[in-house]
């Protein structure tokens, strides 16, 4: 046989019937430039935006900053002077200032992640924004450069039989000159944006330096303005229980006779309230005496008014106030009365005697407030300090009192002396930081020669900040002058940073450089590179139409060889020529089987392999795969068994044939490499295995519990036989696993499970068996022969499915295969009318009980769900023995139970004694005297015919064969309890195609003589009128109405005219003769009283990878049927067409 197809990818030319395909130019070598320039761009742009909002927003945060240091230092203050108007003892003062500072540090902390946080979400969504304006513009720019440096680039159409080699060699110069155009303009571009790479690091060193000095002057300012505030608030705080104090001295002194306070009371009041003064060294009260009043004075006091030395003073232990001289005689004086004992020296001392106390208490009086002094040596101290006066006024002075007023009602001054240095000492010391700077304090009223308070003589380092500091004197002005100890440290990150983007740049150019180098490179491969892609894409084609043609060409012979055997087998054979005719046939059943193996994998690996979505029937499906193996089942002595669990529905929407595949491949294998103990196919719903121990399935449950009793048990499977561990075979699946895995409300997903006890497949193996043609061993082609190719396709399926598969194996013990599908749920109204008569069937035995006497519970278990099926009430019983004895105590006792039937496994009939046996037909017998017609039948479950069936012919009432399957039963059922009619199997299937092809009116339309006598034969067995015409030309005379075909079967590959133009120009014949009985220029009288002409139609095809159903509905077909007929797919496409579905 010549198979007409040609390869013609190697001749440079395409196949005739190639379909249309774009192909750019290989002259789109621009591409890669412009995306590099873009690239490039693109970085060096948003490195600067970087920076740009970098600096940008740290400005920002530097004022932010400000603003809050500021606002917490009032909020400081005030809190410092309420705390310190009410507090006890110096302790408190001392953990305030320790919580303040604390505080700051927190706030500083708290600042700069708020302030990082705020720079980060400011800068991403800069940049962002920039990437999405690159994006943008980098589009427009490759739309330019693709029409400024390729102006040739453009699509082309190859047309059936374009010399597209040719084109290519014409646009290969182009192409090549303007690669190397680019090159050269992308080199010159690179080294100049390198150039813009080390001038942008270096200014990055500069931006970077920059913002490393001031973020120092800014940390400087705010340590250096945190000292002066804190100094500032202290001191304010002394001032104003001084300030107190002189009101004290006024209420109780001046306004009270005799005055309330002596020098006694003063100085244990003061000492005991020096706590509340902790920055003052002393405090003294000085009464104001007129001159007229001096002798007076000094008579009461029993001292002498003293001049205050204005030298440097004596150290305290050489200080002796009596050898002072006495006050020079002058209009007023301010002798000292009262004072702390610290500063007891200074009793009788004349402070107005003094320049700077003079000036103070001038002043003092005058303007109602407190003064200082300029910075002047402590007497015996000999440290800068300053005095800070209150006038004491009676208490009739009036609070809106003139300057003149005050300085009449003033009856004395009250003075305390600051030590600087000791104060400022004391301030520093509480702060954690004060080792980091150093800090000098100044006196500024002169600007010209300020004078310093304290501070130790450090060298200029360059950086400073002053803090100006109020002490209440608006006439006084003061300066904290501060300096970092240290020198200023490299701006390491500004070095690495510059020296980062320098590498980086030198790295991307490096990187470019050697990109544009191997793009050039690449560029000339690209040419080659598209010659053997459209070669690949014409091998790709034929071999599509290869395998098409093969399939064609290969299954029209068979559809010849297994028809004529099948007339062959209907006529009168011996018994040696039956034998023959059925081993030719079956041969040849599976040489279409192996063609269909490698045509689906063929269809899977192109892409090409649609599942349908209809509604079906799980447990018909299921029912079909156990008729389709049964015999192999029982040939080799094993157990095979299906199970489908309460919970799944029984109508789903899918694609049945799949599934049935699916399901044919994991039993084939099983029983091809079982040759001892079961096979069992179990569905359940994948929700159940993730469910409670309690909840699970009963076959599941006792699955879990065989596993968790260990080895040591004996095996409570289906045979006996131990079995591997099904619940490792799903671990892996994502569905079953995953917490978070979520399904539609309407799809189930169902948990199928293939288990058996045969050979096993080696560890090694396991991980290859679903690639395609392998095998776990390459003995196994040998001993078991096959293709190694049907479980790849399973796994494709299931995917295709939406599903997982997986497998857990154990040499020498067996194998269980599972795997996941999606399906929809599906009603019965969409099943056709053999479900219904199905149905019909199963009210028949409505309401029967049965008891299932089984010591394996997995068997009853599937026992039980089979005459569930029917509508049958189960129970179940280990033991023959304990099943007689139930029987006879329920009968004894006239208990409503009633079994109609007895079901015994013929494991359980051999292992009872004769004893047990004669009860049982006792009860057999007793219930037949009853009721004749009412009986108790009893029914053996064997695996294989037993010998000794005619000795139990008395005692039991039929054999039921397993594997167990609903037709066998329900025929069993019947003739044992006289109920329903039944018949034959095969009489069945004959006498449904014979009812629907009986009378039939079939036109064969095929070119090949022998496919139109195999047509013929097989449809004519069924009682169809059947005519043959070769061509669809023919066809057209044929179905040319008005006609009397009933439907048409119709090859697609025939000379001058195909099957689908055929079929198309038929519809438009009868479109346009519907289009003029509804116009009524033609009557339906005419046309044999049809109202409405649509022949149905069916494709006959024996390409079945290019066969869907899709193609075929397009060009007004109603269906197909593949070479060679078989019966099941004959019968479902008939009872479609004719209107049974």
Not at 267 to 272: G, I, S
Not at 354 to 368: F, M, P, T, V, Y
Not at 632 to 638: E, Q, T
């Given at each position: 046989?010549?198979?007409?197809?040609?390869?013609?990818?190697?001749?440079?030319?395409?196949?005739?019937?190639?379909?249309?395909?774009?192909?750019?130019?290989?002259?789109?070598?621009?591409?890669?430039?412009?995306?590099?320039?873009?690239?490039?761009?693109?970085?060096?742009?948003?490195?600067?935006?970087?920076?740009?909002?970098?600096?940008?927003?740290?400005?920002?945060?530097?004022?932010?900053?400000?603003?809050?240091?500021?606002?917490?230092?009032?909020?400081?203050?005030?809190?410092?002077?309420?705390?310190?108007?009410?507090?006890?003892?110096?302790?408190?003062?001392?953990?305030?200032?320790?919580?303040?500072?604390?505080?700051?540090?927190?706030?500083?902390?708290?600042?700069?992640?708020?302030?990082?946080?705020?720079?980060?979400?400011?800068?991403?969504?800069?940049?962002?924004?920039?990437?999405?304006?690159?994006?943008?513009?980098?589009?427009?720019?490759?739309?330019?450069?693709?029409?400024?440096?390729?102006?040739?680039?453009?699509?082309?159409?190859?047309?059936?039989?374009?010399?597209?080699?040719?084109?290519?060699?014409?646009?290969?110069?182009?192409?090549?000159?303007?690669?190397?155009?680019?090159?050269?303009?992308?080199?010159?571009?690179?080294?100049?944006?390198?150039?813009?790479?080390?001038?942008?690091?270096?200014?990055?060193?500069?931006?970077?330096?920059?913002?490393?000095?001031?973020?120092?002057?800014?940390?400087?300012?705010?340590?250096?303005?945190?000292?002066?505030?804190?100094?500032?608030?202290?001191?304010?705080?002394?001032?104003?229980?001084?300030?107190?104090?002189?009101?004290?001295?006024?209420?109780?002194?001046?306004?009270?006779?005799?005055?309330?306070?002596?020098?006694?009371?003063?100085?244990?009041?003061?000492?005991?309230?020096?706590?509340?003064?902790?920055?003052?060294?002393?405090?003294?009260?000085?009464?104001?005496?007129?001159?007229?009043?001096?002798?007076?004075?000094?008579?009461?006091?029993?001292?002498?008014?003293?001049?205050?030395?204005?030298?440097?003073?004596?150290?305290?232990?050489?200080?002796?106030?009596?050898?002072?001289?006495?006050?020079?005689?002058?209009?007023?004086?301010?002798?000292?009365?009262?004072?702390?004992?610290?500063?007891?020296?200074?009793?009788?001392?004349?402070?107005?005697?003094?320049?700077?106390?003079?000036?103070?208490?001038?002043?003092?009086?005058?303007?109602?407030?407190?003064?200082?002094?300029?910075?002047?040596?402590?007497?015996?101290?000999?440290?800068?300090?300053?005095?800070?006066?209150f006038a004491v006024y009676n208490t009739d002075l009036p609070p809106t009192a003139t300057t003149e007023q005050r300085i009449e009602a003033a009856e004395g001054y009250l003075g305390a002396s600051y030590d600087v240095p000791s104060l400022v000492e004391k301030l520093l010391h509480q702060l954690a930081s004060k080792q980091t700077i150093v800090v000098n304090v100044y006196d500024t009223t002169?600007?010209?020669?300020?004078?310093?308070?304290?501070?130790?003589?450090?060298?200029?380092?360059?950086?400073?900040?002053?803090?100006?500091?109020?002490?209440?004197?608006?006439?006084?002005?003061?300066?904290?002058?501060?300096?970092?100890?240290?020198?200023?440290?490299?701006?390491?990150?500004?070095?690495?940073?510059?020296?980062?983007?320098?590498?980086?740049?030198?790295?991307?150019?490096?990187?470019?450089?050697?990109?544009?180098?191997?793009?050039?490179?690449v560029e000339d491969d690209y040419n080659e590179m598209m010659k053997l892609k459209v070669q690949a894409e014409a091998a790709d084609v034929a071999k599509s139409q290869f395998l098409a043609t093969v399939s064609h060409e290969i299954r029209t012979p068979m559809n010849g060889v297994l028809g004529m055997l099948q007339m062959l087998m209907d006529t009168e054979l011996d018994e040696t020529q039956?034998?023959?005719?059925?081993?030719?046939?079956?041969?040849?059943?599976?040489?279409?089987?192996?063609?269909?193996?490698?045509?689906?994998?063929?269809?899977?690996?192109?892409?090409?392999?649609?599942?349908?979505?209809?509604?079906?029937?799980?447990?018909?499906?299921?029912?079909?795969?156990?008729?389709?193996?049964?015999?192999?089942?029982?040939?080799?002595?094993?157990?095979?068994?299906?199970?489908?669990?309460?919970?799944?529905?029984?109508?789903?929407?899918?694609?049945?044939?799949?599934?049935?595949?699916?399901?044919?491949?994991?039993?084939?294998?099983?029983?091809?490499?079982?040759?001892?103990?079961?096979?069992?196919?179990?569905?359940?719903?994948?929700?159940?295995?993730?469910?409670?121990?309690?909840?699970?399935?009963?076959?599941?449950?006792?699955?879990?519990?065989?596993?968790?009793?260990?080895?040591?048990?004996?095996?409570?499977?289906?045979?006996?036989?131990?079995?591997?561990?099904?619940?490792?075979?799903?671990?892996?699946?994502?569905?079953?696993?995953?917490?978070?895995?979520?399904?539609?409300?309407?799809?189930?997903?169902?948990?199928?499970?293939?288990?058996?006890?045969?050979?096993?497949?080696?560890?090694?193996?396991?991980?290859?068996?679903?690639?395609?043609?392998?095998?776990?061993?390459?003995?196994?082609?040998?001993?078991?022969?096959?293709?190694?190719?049907?479980?790849?396709?399973?796994?494709?399926?299931?995917?295709?499915?939406?599903?997982?598969?997986?497998?857990?194996?154990?040499?020498?013990?067996?194998?269980?295969?599972?795997?996941?599908?999606?399906?929809?749920?599906?009603?019965?109204?969409?099943?056709?009318?053999?479900?219904?008569?199905?149905?019909?069937?199963?009210?028949?035995?409505?309401g029967l009980q049965a008891l299932v006497v089984d010591g394996r519970s997995i068997r009853a278990e599937v026992t039980r769900y089979h005459l569930q099926r029917l509508g049958i009430s189960v129970e179940t019983s280990i033991s023959l023995e304990m099943a007689c004895s139930y029987i006879s105590n329920t009968c004894n006792a006239g208990l409503m139970t009633h079994f109609d039937m007895v079901?015994?496994?013929?494991?359980?009939?051999?292992?009872?004694?004769?004893?047990?046996?004669?009860?049982?037909?006792?009860?057999?017998?007793?219930?037949?005297?009853?009721?004749?017609?009412?009986?108790?039948?009893?029914?053996?479950?064997?695996?294989?015919?037993?010998?000794?069936?005619?000795?139990?012919?008395?005692?039991?009432?039929?054999?039921?064969?397993?594997?167990?399957?609903?037709?066998?039963?329900?025929?069993?059922?019947?003739?044992?309890?006289?109920?329903?009619?039944?018949?034959?199997?095969?009489?069945?299937?004959?006498?449904?195609?014979?009812?629907?092809?009986?009378?039939?009116?079939?036109?064969?339309?095929?070119?090949?003589?022998?496919?139109?006598?195999?047509?013929?034969?097989?449809?004519?067995?069924?009682?169809?009128?059947?005519?043959?015409?070769?061509?669809?030309?023919?066809?057209?005379?044929?179905?040319?109405?008005?006609?009397?075909?009933?439907?048409?079967?119709?090859?697609?590959?025939?000379?001058?005219?195909?099957?689908?133009?055929?079929?198309?120009?038929?519809?438009?014949?009868?479109?346009?003769?519907?289009?003029?009985?509804?116009?009524?220029?033609?009557?339906?009288?005419?046309?044999?009283?049809?109202?409405?002409?649509?022949?149905?139609?069916?494709?006959?095809?024996?390409?079945?990878?290019?066969?869907?159903?899709?193609?075929?509905?397009?060009?007004?077909?109603?269906?197909?049927?593949?070479?060679?007929?078989?019966?099941?797919?004959?019968?479902?496409?008939?009872?479609?067409?004719?209107?049974?579905?």
């Open positions: 046989m010549a198979l007409n197809c040609k390869f013609s990818g190697f001749n440079d030319n395409l196949p005739a019937n190639t379909k249309p395909k774009k192909v750019r130019n290989s002259n789109g070598g621009w591409k890669w430039w412009v995306k590099l320039l873009l690239l490039f761009f693109w970085v060096f742009g948003s490195i600067i935006v970087f920076l740009w909002v970098l600096s940008e927003t740290k400005d920002d945060a530097s004022s932010r900053r400000k603003e809050k240091i500021s606002g917490l230092w009032e909020e400081q203050a005030r809190i410092f002077r309420e705390q310190f108007n009410v507090s006890k003892n110096l302790h408190g003062l001392t953990s305030f200032f320790y919580k303040a500072d604390q505080a700051i540090l927190q706030m500083k902390v708290h600042w700069k992640c708020e302030e990082n946080c705020s720079k980060l979400i400011i800068c991403l969504m800069k940049i962002c924004w920039w990437v999405m304006v690159g994006i943008i513009v980098g589009c427009r720019i490759s739309g330019f450069c693709g029409k400024f440096w390729s102006p040739m680039q453009k699509e082309v159409q190859l047309q059936p039989q374009v010399q597209l080699y040719q084109w290519q060699k014409q646009q290969q110069p182009h192409s090549q000159g303007s690669s190397k155009v680019s090159a050269m303009w992308m080199r010159k571009l690179l080294y100049l944006l390198v150039l813009g790479g080390i001038a942008l690091s270096i200014w990055l060193f500069l931006s970077m330096s920059k913002n490393v000095v001031l973020r120092r002057k800014e940390t400087l300012a705010n340590m250096c303005d945190e000292r002066a505030r804190m100094l500032q608030d202290q001191f304010n705080v002394s001032m104003n229980h001084v300030h107190a104090l002189a009101i004290l001295v006024s209420t109780f002194h001046h306004g009270k006779l005799p005055s309330a306070i002596d020098q006694k009371t003063f100085a244990e009041y003061t000492e005991r309230t020096a706590f509340e003064r902790p920055l003052t060294s002393g405090v003294a009260y000085a009464l104001k005496v007129l001159h007229s009043e001096r002798e007076e004075f000094e008579k009461k006091h029993g001292w002498a008014i003293k001049k205050m030395e204005m030298v440097d003073q004596s150290p305290v232990e050489d200080y002796i106030p009596e050898k002072l001289d006495s006050s020079p005689i002058q209009d007023e004086y301010a002798p000292v009365i009262f004072s702390q004992e610290t500063v007891s020296h200074i009793i009788s001392i004349d402070m107005m005697s003094g320049k700077e106390d003079r000036e103070n208490i001038l002043r003092a009086r005058a303007s109602g407030k407190g003064v200082l002094t300029s910075p002047f040596k402590l007497l015996k101290s000999n440290h800068l300090g300053v005095v800070l006066t002169n600007a010209t020669a300020p004078i310093k308070m304290y501070g130790p003589n450090v060298a200029d380092i360059g950086m400073m900040h002053i803090s100006n500091v109020d002490f209440g004197d608006p006439l006084r002005r003061h300066e904290m002058h501060c300096r970092f100890k240290e020198k200023p440290p490299l701006p390491w990150m500004a070095i690495t940073s510059s020296v980062g983007a320098l590498v980086i740049t030198l790295l991307v150019g490096h990187i470019f450089y050697a990109a544009i180098n191997r793009i050039e490179k039956q034998d023959y005719a059925l081993t030719a046939h079956a041969s040849g059943k599976d040489l279409i089987s192996l063609i269909n193996e490698v045509l689906d994998q063929a269809k899977i690996e192109s892409g090409r392999l649609e599942l349908e979505a209809v509604s079906f029937d799980l447990h018909a499906v299921l029912d079909n795969v156990l008729s389709l193996f049964c015999a192999k089942a029982r040939k080799k002595g094993i157990e095979f068994a299906v199970y489908i669990s309460g919970r799944v529905p029984e109508i789903v929407i899918g694609d049945p044939g799949r599934f049935r595949q699916i399901i044919t491949n994991l039993v084939g294998n099983s029983i091809k490499f079982t040759e001892r103990g079961h096979v069992l196919v179990s569905v359940h719903l994948a929700d159940e295995v993730t469910e409670r121990q309690e909840e699970v399935d009963e076959v599941l449950k006792q699955h879990m519990e065989l596993v968790q009793n260990g080895k040591e048990t004996s095996y409570n499977t289906l045979s006996g036989y131990p079995v591997v561990d099904r619940w490792k075979s799903w671990e892996n699946f994502r569905s079953l696993s995953c917490e978070n895995w979520t399904e539609a409300s309407d799809i189930i997903r169902l948990l199928v499970t293939v288990e058996d006890t045969g050979v096993g497949i080696p560890h090694d193996a396991q991980n290859r068996i679903f690639q395609p043609f392998m095998q776990a061993d390459s003995s196994t082609s040998r001993t078991y022969g096959g293709t190694g190719i049907g479980l790849s396709i399973s796994k494709c399926l299931v995917e295709l499915m939406d599903g997982e598969i997986g497998v857990v194996s154990e040499p020498g013990m067996g194998s269980t295969f599972t795997f996941t599908v999606a399906f929809a749920k599906g009603h019965l109204s969409t099943l056709d009318t053999k479900w219904y008569q199905f149905k019909s069937v199963i009210t028949e035995f409505l079901l015994i496994d013929e494991d359980a009939w051999s292992k009872q004694t004769s004893r047990v046996l004669r009860c049982l037909i006792e009860l057999r017998q007793n219930g037949r005297e009853r009721s004749p017609g009412d009986c108790l039948k009893i029914f053996l479950l064997a695996t294989s015919s037993p010998t000794e069936l005619d000795q139990l012919k008395s005692t039991i009432d039929g054999v039921i064969m397993k594997p167990l399957c609903l037709s066998m039963m329900t025929t069993c059922f019947q003739q044992a309890l006289g109920i329903g009619e039944w018949r034959q199997r095969d009489g069945g299937k004959i006498s449904s195609l014979r009812s629907l092809l009986s009378g039939k009116h079939i036109l064969v339309v095929d070119d090949n003589v022998v496919n139109r006598r195999v047509a013929t034969g097989a449809l004519k067995k069924y009682g169809a009128i059947v005519t043959c015409v070769e061509s669809g030309k023919d066809a057209l005379g044929m179905l040319q109405p008005p006609h009397k075909f009933d439907t048409c079967f119709m090859d697609l590959q025939m000379p001058e005219m195909d099957g689908f133009e055929a079929t198309r120009q038929i519809r438009c014949i009868e479109n346009r003769v519907n289009e003029e009985i509804r116009s009524q220029v033609a009557s339906a009288e005419m046309l044999e009283n049809v109202v409405q002409w649509h022949t149905p139609i069916l494709a006959m095809t024996a390409d079945v990878i290019q066969a869907t159903q899709e193609d075929y509905m397009k060009c007004g077909m109603d269906g197909y049927v593949s070479k060679p007929f078989e019966e099941e797919q004959l019968y479902s496409a008939m009872a479609h067409i004719f209107g049974y579905g």
